[in-house]
């Protein structure tokens, strides 16, 4: 495919295909993780009472009715041809080993630490984004840029990581394990969409994952629906609702449309925009490394985004 670059007053320039973020762009990312930065929180109340996998196909089981829904008033197909389901299978497994390894681990540590290790997934985008994208070489300056903004999440949660790794040290590998993953799927979810209709990708890709999540629970889980309380289902449908159906929306617009690098640091302020929301919800104290560490996250943020 031939590359054409597109000169913008003031920027750099634009990689084929790819928008300019901006300051609307920039809101909406943050809006979308200050959704998003409840789920750590949100999974462990849900898998507290269910086991992983089910809690899994009872969220996204949920929201895909509504997602087909969307895409369907949309006057977008669903049809997918030849090589297209081999390439969507495979995200769809990428995205339900992830799903499951967030899941689990949160059962074995902190929710900050959950935080911690998840959100930090946005270093190694650059690392695995010129192994799938040709136009998204590897830079120097969003190395730096991510690095910058994984002091001040080290300096944020200072406090978490001082906890007795003995006891956390299980649930950190699996978390480390699902960040890793989600690299990847991102990476390659953003590869499909310059081939494939990005509302295809998101349905079919969430559709194959129910399937394996519900086959899953099937064989290896046991469920007592009696057992579960309020609160898990509540969590259950907030996930499926706010993060399965608008954030994943978003995001999938987001990705086709933007650099993944640049949409994807601002992860790096999710858990920071969880410790902010405790405040006022919680009554928890805000500290001084706290606000440290929003600034690192921010500086980091400029250097991934700066023309």
Sequence with gaps: MQKVSQHIPGRSQVAA???????????????????????????KIAVRDLPPLWAAFLRFGLALPLLAFFIHRR?????????????????????????????????????GRVSLIIYSYPLLIP??????????????????????AFCGLLTALRLDLGARLENTLKGDLIELSSCFVLAVTTVYNKRLTQSIDKWKILFW????????????????????????????????????????????????????????????????????????LSVPLLGEQLEPGLLAGALLVGAGVYVVNKP
Aim: charge should be positive.
């Design 205 to 276: 890709e969430m559709l194959l994952a129910v399937v394996l999540f519900f086959a899953g629970a099937l064989i290896f889980e046991e469920i007592h629906l009696s057992a579960v309380a309020p609160d898990a289902w509540t969590a259950i449908l907030y996930q499926a609702l706010g993060i399965s159906v608008f954030c994943f929306l978003s995001w999938q617009f987001l990705i086709a449309r933007h650099n993944s690098a640049q949409v994807s640091v601002f992860f790096f302020a999710a858990p920071l925009l969880g410790i902010l």
């Design 17 to 43: 295909g790819q928008q300019p973020m901006t300051s609307g762009v920039y809101l909406w990312v943050l809006l979308i993780m200050t959704i998003w930065a409840s789920n750590t929180v949100v999974v």
């Design 127 to 148: 690392l695995v984004a010129p192994l799938f994208l040709k136009d998204e070489p590897l830079k120097v300056k969003m190395l730096f840029g991510c690095a910058i």
């Design 75 to 111: 006057g977008r197909g669903l049809r997918l041809v030849g090589r297209q389901w081999l390439q969507v299978g495979v995200l769809a497994m990428l995205f339900g080993i992830q799903i499951f390894f967030l899941n689990w681990g949160s059962r074995f540590t902190t929710g």
